[in-house]
């Protein structure tokens, strides 16, 4: 049984926020510039841009996005993105810094970041009182 996109965009508009996060799309090998300076490929390139033709589509296009600077590209000048060093090798702690600082005023706020900081931040999100339809959420995106 799949996870229909459409029913899930529609209830997330019934929230007063929403977040999303997600791990940065497909990079170039480390190198000897290290994470930092690593680029998207061009397949990764093609990825971000599908993503963000995804959440237009659904109407969740973040307000607000905290990225890694490799993200830069795919992101263009909309929305607002914040490009941060933590999320580079900050793990969960980084997510949650982010999250602190998010207005009251953003209704879509997206996080992305390095694997498995973005699973583990999810699953920790995530609580025992978290509607467990919803938990099938945390399985989407890029592989």
Partial sequence: MGIKLNKVAKAAKEYDHVLIIMRHAKAEPFGDKGDVERELTEKGLKQAKAVGKGVEALGLVPDRISSLMRMQKACGQKPIVDYRISLYDGGVQA?????????????????????????????????????????????????
Avoid: Y
């Fill in 95 to 143: 997510v949650f810094d982010e999250l602190a600082h998010v207005k009251d005023k953003t209704h879509v706020f997206m996080i992305v970041g390095h694997e498995p900081t973005v699973s583990i931040s999810a699953q920790w999100l995530a609580s025992a009182d978290s509607d467990s339809e919803r938990l099938d959420l945390l399985n989407l995106g890029l592989s």
